[in-house]
C-alpha cells in the first residue's frame, strides 16, 4: 500500500517555515509497512487543494491531510476534501458544544468562527483532539473499486503528533494487512557518484525487491536500500543481501552501514587502536577539528593541533623551515607533509594530519590554480600524501578538503 501526505499552508511556501510533519508521519507509516510515494504542500486556495486532493484520492490508497483545520477564513482543508469526494459537510453540534465548554473552563468567550471547526465530511468518523479545539476526521471510501482510506489531522505537531497515536495508528493496524518496511543506508568516502553508480548499478537492479536510491554530496555518496515485506525478517534479509554485495564491490570505499558519519568511524578507529591524533589545518581553518570534536568523547582520541593559515604560524606553530615554503610554496606535498609530521611530534600525538591548499575565490595561479588541496597523514613510521584539485566555490573546496582529510585518516589507521 503507497500513502500521500499533503501539508496544506501557504506560509510552509515560504521560506521562514518548514513541513515538519510530514516527516513524522513518513516515519510512522513506514513502521506500519506503508511506503510514501508522494508529498505535497499547498497553499490556502481552493480550487489547488481540490486539484490536490483529487489526484491523491485517485492514486493513493492512504491520504493524510494536516492543517487547514482552523477556523480562520484560510482553513480550507474539510471544505476542499469533500468537494474533492463529492459529499457534502455537516455541523456537528456536539463538537460545537464541547468548543463551548473549553472556552468556558478558560474563562474566555468562544469567537462565532470556531464553530466551523464542527463540520464534519458526510461519512466521516470524528478523531477528538485532547490538544486543541479542530478534531480530526478519518473517512473511508471507494474510488473506482479501490478503496481509499482519507485522514484530516490539525497542523502544531503537538496536537498532531498525540492524535495520531491515539487515534490514527489503531485504525490503521486494523486495516492495514501485516507488512514491514527496513532500510539500510551504506556511505561511502571521496568516490565519485558516477563511478559509485557504474559500479553498483547492475548489482541493485536485480534486485527489484529494494528500492535503491543514490544520494551524493561533497565527498560522499550514499546508497539508500529500502524493502517492504509482510515480516521485518524478510524485508531485512532481502536489504541484507543486496547491502553484502555492494560492500563486496565498493571494498574499502564503503565506510559505514549503521548510519555513522565519517568522523564518528574516524573515532572509533583511533580509539580501538589507542591512538592519539593532532591536526595542523591551513585552509580548512579548522573545519577536521570541529568535524572531529562535534562526537562525543573526542578527547579520548583527539588532543588538539593547530589552524597555521599563515605562512608565519606555519612556522611558529608546526616547524615548517621557510626555507621549505620559500622553495615549494605553502601549498605544496613538502609542507603538507611537515605540518603532519611536525605536529605529531610537537603534541606527542601518535598520528599527525597536515592540511594545506587554496580555497579561493583568490589567490590561485595557472600553476597552483583554486581549488588544488594536499592533505597529508603520519604516524612516525607511514606517511601518506594526497594532492586533489576540487571545483566549486571557497565553502565547497573546504569541506571537500576536510573530507579528504578524514577519509585518508581513516584508511590510515583502519
Not at 521485518?232 to 565506510?255: C, H, P, R, T, W
Not at 595561479?365 to 600524501?385: C, H, I, M, Q
Request: net charge negative; proline share 5%.
Amino acid at each position: 500500500m503507497i500513502a500521500e501526505i499533503i501539508a496544506v499552508g501557504s506560509e510552509m511556501l515560504t521560506p521562514f517555515r518548514q513541513d515538519t510533519n510530514s516527516l513524522f508521519l513518513t516515519r510512522q507509516l513506514n513502521e506500519l509497512g506503508v511506503v510514501v510515494a508522494f508529498k505535497t504542500v499547498v497553499g490556502d486556495d481552493f480550487d489547488h487543494l481540490v486539484s490536490a486532493a483529487r489526484a491523491a484520492i485517485g492514486r493513493s490508497d492512504i491520504i493524510l491531510f494536516t492543517g487547514g483545520l482552523g477556523p480562520t477564513e484560510d482553513d480550507l482543508t474539510r471544505e476542499c476534501v469533500a468537494a474533492a469526494l463529492g459529499v457534502e459537510l455537516r455541523r456537528d453540534h456536539e463538537i460545537v458544544t464541547a468548543m463551548y465548554k473549553r472556552f468556558a473552563e478558560r474563562r474566555i468567550q468562544m469567537p462565532s468562527n470556531n464553530a466551523k471547526q464542527a463540520d464534519v465530511i458526510e461519512g466521516a468518523i470524528v478523531l477528538p483532539n485532547s490538544r486543541g479545539t479542530a478534531p480530526g476526521q478519518y473517512l473511508e471510501t471507494e474510488v473506482d473499486g479501490k478503496k481509499r482510506i482519507v485522514m484530516l489531522l490539525p497542523g502544531p505537531p503537538h496536537e498532531l503528533e498525540a492524535l495520531w497515536h491515539k487515534e490514527c495508528e489503531p485504525r490503521l493496524r486494523e486495516k492495514l494487512p501485516p507488512a514491514a518496511i527496513v532500510m539500510k543506508v551504506l556511505k561511502t568516502a571521496m568516490l565519485p557518484e558516477s563511478a559509485a553508480d557504474m559500479r553498483t548499478a547492475p548489482i541493485y537492479k536485480k534486485y527489484p525487491n529494494v528500492e535503491t536510491t543514490v544520494l551524493a554530496g561533497q565527498g560522499q555518496v550514499e546508497f539508500h536500500l529500502l524493502a517492504a515485506a509482510p515480516t521485518i525478517d524478510e524485508a531485512q534479509a532481502a536489504v541484507d543481501k543486496l547491502a553484502g554485495e555492494l560492500e563486496d564491490e565498493l571494498d574499502d570505499a564503503v565506510f559505514s552501514t549503521c548510519g555513522e558519519s565519517l568522523e564518528e568511524i574516524v573515532g572509533y578507529y583511533l580509539q580501538m587502536r589507542n591512538l592519539k591524533l593532532a591536526v595542523a589545518e591551513s585552509c580548512t581553518g579548522g573545519m577536521v577539528a570541529e568535524r572531529i570534536t562535534s562526537v562525543a568523547g573526542s578527547s579520548r582520541f583527539f588532543l588538539g593541533g593547530a589552524v597555521v593559515y599563515s605562512n608565519d604560524l606555519k612556522t611558529l606553530f608546526a616547524d615548517v623551515p621557510p626555507l621549505m615554503i620559500e622553495a615549494h610554496g605553502a601549498v605544496s606535498k613538502e609542507v603538507a607533509l611537515a605540518l603532519a609530521e611536525n605536529i605529531r611530534e610537537i603534541c606527542n600525538a601518535d598520528i599527525g594530519l597536515g592540511i594545506t591548499g587554496i580555497a579561493g575565490p583568490s589567490g590561485g595561479t595557472e600553476e597552483k590554480p583554486v581549488g588544488l588541496v594536499y592533505v597529508a597523514v603520519s604516524d612516525g613510521k607511514r606517511n601518506e600524501v594526497v594532492q586533489r584539485r576540487f571545483p566549486g566555490d571557497r565553502e565547497r573546496i573546504r569541506r571537500w578538503a576536510s573530507q579528504q582529510a578524514l577519509d585518508l585518516l581513516r584508511r590510515m589507521v583502519m
